[in-house]
Every structure is written in structure tokens, then in C-alpha cells.
């Protein structure tokens, strides 16, 4: 096992797989044929989180592929859930470097070596997250690049830079970490859970960087980070669409004390609260919405239409921001 103090010059990759025979394969080659230079030392860690299918020996097959070129080791969490995943994985882990790399991430062959280099060169950096774009088995709908950032697809920022007191975070997609500032964190008790099986679940990125901010550190956007999110066409559908941005809108409220913490350097109040549902009120509801009341509630009914789907997520915000006033 890999000690938990002295960490080595290095990068660690790591991969959290439920069931993911059918795309590990490609994100594991994508890793192998990574560009590097001045790397001391690296290693893949995939963490197998309790996979039904043939996950661990598809990877397995690929290693004998790739030999020393893929220096993969396999570790098991029995606990359903990402953020169980990832603890395991960083408190396995052999280098000061993170970088988490999602089980449908398809890595730009610079990746690894751009990452080890910004965060050498920037002690003052904990975070740093990249751009990403879509690889898609069938073409998506139409309506699909409306919606795209909330499948961590598209350009985080206009340019790379500083974004550590304008949005305060990066995509999880990617996510490159400094190995002793997240097993600080993961010290902790989280406000997200992240996925667990089929829950979408979010929000746990988000909350890596707020708590990488309030130890000092810098959460930095680097352009040149580019990786490939690979999109199954069961997560194209409207449905999964709707699902997938409820879970990320429900956690949002409950971070926003955080984030105020964090990014804005205040202590969140009750009077604060009651402040945050009122301008939620007056910054989202419309009276129009009562007259189309039984179509925004069946928007699973209406694909594409997105005046619909903008007072469905609106109406649920003001929802979510009531509940925040009673926590």
C-alpha cells in the first residue's frame, strides 16, 4: 500500500468504474498513449466500484495490451457511490499529483504532461480543469448543445486563467488536485454525495473547489487541458436530460452557503437565506407561469420546447431556495 505521508514526484490517474465494460477500454488507450516528457512517474488507479459486468477484465486485457506503457493497478470499494470511489482511490495512490479521470473520458494525448506542468509551475493552484468536448455513439438531438454544459461539454471559461473568485470551480470531468489538499478534504463530511448508481446526483465538484479555496489554494481554468466525454445515446433522451439537471439544480441551494464562504469570504445568515428566496422570487417567477401550469409540470411531454423547460427549472429553483430557508 502507498504511504500516506511522502508522496512522489508523479502523476496519479484516477478512474471510478461502475459497469463500464463498454467504455473503459478506449479511456484506458487514451492514457497509454499520453505525450510525456518530464514526468518522473505515473500510474493508473482504477477503482472498481462495486461493477456487475466484465469492467476489471476488459481493463485487465488492455494492460497486457499496453504493457509498461499503461502501469495500471485495479483496487476494489464495495460502497456504492463516487465519493466512496474516489476517497479509495486517493488514499491509494503514489504521487503528489491528481487527476481524475472519468470511466468515459477520452484524454487529449497532452493531457497529463500539460497538467503535471501548471501545477508545478503554480504552487499556489489546487485546482485546475479544462475544456471538454462531446464523441457520441448516435448524433445527438437537435436540441442538445442548448443544454450541453450540464453533461460538463463545452468551454468552461472564455480563456484560461484565474477562476477562483468569478465561478470558484471546474468540471470534476478531468479535475487535476494536489493528492495531500484532497485527502484533507476528504477528511470531512460532504454536503453532496455525488452519483451512486443511477442517481444523478451532483454538485460534489463544486464543493472540491470551495473547500480547496477556503485552505488557500487557486482554482485555475487551462484551455489547453482538452479531453472527450463520450455520450451513450441512453443519456441523449429529453427524460435523462430533465433528470440530469434536477439533480444538478437540487444540490445548488444547499452550496450556496459555501460558496459565500468560500468566494465571497462571509458567514451565510438566516436573514441571508430569507434574502436569496426572495430575489429568486423576483428574478424568476412570472405570472404567465400559473397559466401553463399543467404543461411545465409534464415537460417530459414537450422534447425540445425550452420556453417550458426554463419556468420548469425556474419554478423548481424557487422551490428548492423555500426548502433552504427551513435547513
Known sequence: MPATGNLQDGVSVVICCYNSEKVIARALECIARQQITNIPEWEVVLVNNNSKDNTVAVAEAVQQQYGSALPLRIINEPQQGLMYARHTGIASTFYDITLFCDDDNFLDQHYMQTAYDVMRANPEIGIVGGQTSGAYASAPPEWFHKISSGYAIGQQQERSGDVTHTTGQVWGAGMVSRTTLLRDIFKE????????????????????????????????????????????????????????????????????????????????????????????????FKLQYLLHWGRIRNLEKHEGDFELWDAYFRLNYIQLMFTRLFK
Open 189 to 284: 463530511e460532504f454536503i453532496t454525495t455525488g452519483r451512486k448508481g443511477g442517481k444523478l446526483a451532483a454538485g460534489d465538484d463544486t464543493e472540491l473547489c470551495y473547500k480547496a479555496i477556503l485552505r488557500g489554494y487557486k482554482i485555475y481554468y487551462d484551455e489547453r487541458l482538452k479531453l472527450q466525454h463520450f455520450i451513450t445515446p441512453q443519456r441523449l433522451t429529453w427524460e435523462y436530460a430533465i433528470r440530469l439537471n434536477k439533480g444538478l439544480a437540487t444540490v445548488l441551494p444547499n452550496l450556496l452557503g459555501l460558496r459565500r464562504l468560500a468566494v465571497e469570504k462571509k458567514n451565510e445568515t438566516i436573514v441571508m437565506r430569507l434574502k436569496d428566496f426572495l430575489f429568486a422570487i423576483k428574478h424568476n
